[in-house]
């Protein structure tokens, strides 16, 4: 006979304790989840009767686990996850009228996002003709603005690409990343004599950061100029030295990561936008579909991740929409 549910175990309580675990604040987890302070208080406290441990430190600021709370924490995660994916099943996209589509993705997310994308849109398209390319986002907006894409999922630019509607996914703020250990308490003096790896000047990403550089009065002599990603986290792995980037890059530095650290930007922030461009002669609610099924992978694939690792980016960081 199987086990009861436990009496007060809720699953708003496990996002409750999943959130809290990660800001450390019962008016940051309010506020991400739409409550009162005092009903974030109650459902810790109905969870914590529930399991017979307190879960968190309320005496410590910000808040800290508990050893009973960093053990159940892995189950209360596996648990959503588990019920995320049961909803996102039962949520299926309605593409069957659909006979093409070009679609364009943004190199950021080949390795995760793009093949589950990918899946979950042939599995909904079983008459369609489906076509998929990855690239920088400079070239997919080219693409769409052209109509040699319908849709692409790219970074945003200036303006958007001629003829198309704009769905936001991601707001991804860049950083400050340095060898492992490397003291910026100085701000950006304290990395002089370390050259900036740039951005190739192509890219979103590269324009947007020299014209940080710019406005700030932060110009150093330049060296290094690099299209790959991987490239310029390995040099900056092996103390070669520093990089602006974002979360979302980060994240696919791979092995490359323990030899980095990750810092807010200094003064003035920034960040850029992640966003779904679809042609404006595109009707009905196909684009939007394609937009929350993104939003959904991003959100489990990139922006977790990003907060349990850096909780202090907080909003800064975002899935939107």
Not at 74 to 82: D, E, I, T, V, Y
Not at 248 to 276: K, N, Y
Request: net charge negative; glycine share 10%.
């Amino acid at each position: 006979m199987p086990a009861p549910l436990l009496k007060g175990l809720t699953l708003r309580g496990l996002e409750v304790f999943e959130t809290l675990a990660r800001t450390g604040s019962v008016a940051a987890t309010a506020a991400e989840l739409g409550m009162s302070a005092p009903a974030v208080s109650q459902q810790m406290k109905n969870l914590s009767a529930a399991l017979g441990a307190d879960l968190v430190d309320a005496s410590r600021r910000p808040m800290v686990l508990t050893p009973a709370g960093r053990l159940f924490l892995g189950q209360a995660k596996a648990a959503l996850k588990a019920l995320r994916a049961g909803q996102r099943d039962l949520t299926a996209l309605d593409l069957t009228d659909l006979s093409a589509l070009s679609l364009g993705v943004i190199e950021d997310f080949e390795n995760e996002v793009t093949p589950l994308l990918a899946t979950r849109l042939a599995d909904a398209m079983s008459q369609c003709e489906f076509t998929l390319q990855t690239g920088p986002s400079h070239l997919l907006q080219a693409r769409v603005a052209t109509r040699e894409l319908d849709i692409v999922i790219a970074a945003a630019g200036r303006a958007a690409p001629s003829g198309t509607v704009a769905l936001p996914l991601l707001e991804d703020p860049y950083i400050l990343a340095v060898p492992k250990g490397r003291d910026v308490s100085g701000g950006m003096a304290a990395l002089e004599g370390l050259p900036l790896l740039r951005r190739d000047m192509d890219q979103i990403m590269g324009q947007q950061i020299e014209a940080w550089l710019t406005r700030t009065g932060s110009v150093p002599a330049k060296r290094f100029e690099m299209d790959s990603n991987q490239s310029i986290s390995a040099l900056v792995a092996a103390g070669q030295g520093w990089t602006i980037t974002t979360p979302l890059s980060l994240l696919r530095a791979g092995r490359f990561a323990g030899g980095i650290d990750a810092h807010p930007l200094p003064g003035e922030s920034m960040a850029r936008q992640i966003v779904l461009y679809a042609t404006s002669d595109w009707s009905g609610g196909i684009p939007e579909q394609i937009a929350g099924l993104a939003r959904e992978l991003i959100g489990v694939h990139f922006w977790e991740p990003g907060q349990e690792q850096m909780p202090w980016l907080g909003e800064s960081y975002r899935v939107l929409g």
